[in-house]
């Protein structure tokens, strides 16, 4: 009997950084809008050179597929939008 076949979950990256009450705020709304359908990547822009030089004042950042979602605050609709779009698929 074949296995049936997991649908993969997608992932959406909020950079953040240590200490950055935005940052968790944002996690904090953005969490409970995603559950079961998009796993949340939580990514520390002190981690990288690269990170931290592209988004040192402007975190939180939120990107999905390489793109920029929202900077600062969460975007609910953006966020509402790109799950619409993946209940299409």
Do not use: F, N
Not at 15 to 43: I, K, M, W
Not at 59 to 83: F, M, W
């Amino acid at each position: 009997m074949a296995t049936p076949v997991e649908r993969q979950v997608d992932s959406i990256t909020v950079y953040s950084r240590a200490g950055c009450h935005l940052c968790e705020l944002l996690v904090e709304e953005l969490l409970p809008l995603v559950r079961g359908q998009l796993r949340v990547d939580v990514v520390d822009i002190d981690s990288r050179p690269d990170w931290r030089e592209a988004y040192d004042t402007r975190i939180p950042v939120v990107e999905y597929d390489s793109q920029l979602v929202c900077q600062y605050s969460l975007d609910v609709a953006a966020i509402q939008g790109i799950l619409r779009k993946r209940q299409l698929r």
